[in-house]
């Protein structure tokens, strides 16, 4: 198994540009992550879907982040435009959600590290 | 919604002691107690898992405890190598989906 499958990997790009992260699940997951990571906010959920439909996006910080899920084995986080502040670490996660009480174990990807200048 | 609390920040033991984590959460309908390691660098992975119908589990070197009535759940790490530097996350669940909230991470430093 590949685990989840992030990219890329890095990002360095000039504030105002667009900039788009891509995540591949793990195949049979149903329920995919977005998170960032900064040694200020820790690990912050921005987003997340159940059989490719967002459920809660009450976490993404403003109208320049969006997100979409077109099938069940890719999503992609997009800034537009970008800010040096979202420079941070990007993980997508995936499981499985038989919607049960109670959750499957969250897989992380490798992230991606974006430093926008 | 759910909040969880990391306690200490930063914890530095002696390789060969042991080391606990602590943790405390707000919403009593959590079910799902899990713990993430981040190796610096690198991404969060599962260490251990605990569910509310148990109260501890172990794994080799590694345990968690559960207890519901207080809020909290606890890691212990025994016989700390220094391969167990690292940033420790706890989360807890939101009753009913499948979302984690996670606590702020504690800083591990074993010292050989």
């Known amino acids: 198994d590949a685990g989840v499958i992030q990219s890329p990997r890095h990002e360095v790009t000039e504030m105002g540009q667009e900039v788009t992260l891509r995540c591949k699940p793990i195949s049979g997951h149903n329920s995919l992550f977005w998170y960032r990571q900064t040694m200020m906010r820790g690990l912050e959920l921005l987003i997340y879907f159940n059989n490719n439909v967002p459920i809660d996006d009450s976490g993404m910080p403003e109208d320049r982040f969006s997100a979409k899920m077109p099938n069940a084995s890719f999503s992609t986080l997009k800034i537009q435009p970008s800010e040096p502040r979202d420079s941070a670490v990007y993980f997508c996660?995936?499981?499985?959600?038989?919607?049960?009480?109670?959750?499957?174990?969250?897989?992380f990807g490798p992230g991606t590290r974006l430093t926008v200048l | 919604g759910e909040n969880v609390e990391q306690h200490p920040s930063t914890l530095s033991v002696q390789e060969g002691d042991s080391a606990v984590i602590k943790c405390t959460y707000s919403?009593?309908?959590?079910?799902?107690f899990p713990w993430y390691k981040q190796e610096l660098g690198k991404r969060p992975q599962l260490i251990i898992d605990?569910?509310?119908?148990?109260g501890e589990k172990k794994d080799q070197r590694i345990a968690v405890t559960l207890n519901k009535t207080a809020k909290h759940f606890s890691l212990h790490i025994t016989e700390t190598q220094p391969e167990d530097s690292a940033v420790y996350f706890c989360?807890?669940?939101?009753?009913?989906?499948?979302?984690?909230?996670f606590g702020k991470g504690n800083q591990v430093v074993v010292i050989p």
């Open positions: 996660a995936s499981s499985f959600w038989s919607g049960g009480s109670t959750p499957d174990t969250q897989y």
């Open positions: 989360a807890a669940d939101y009753y009913g989906n499948n979302r984690l909230a």
């Open positions: 919403d009593s309908a959590s079910n799902y």
């Open positions: 605990i569910r509310s119908n148990v």
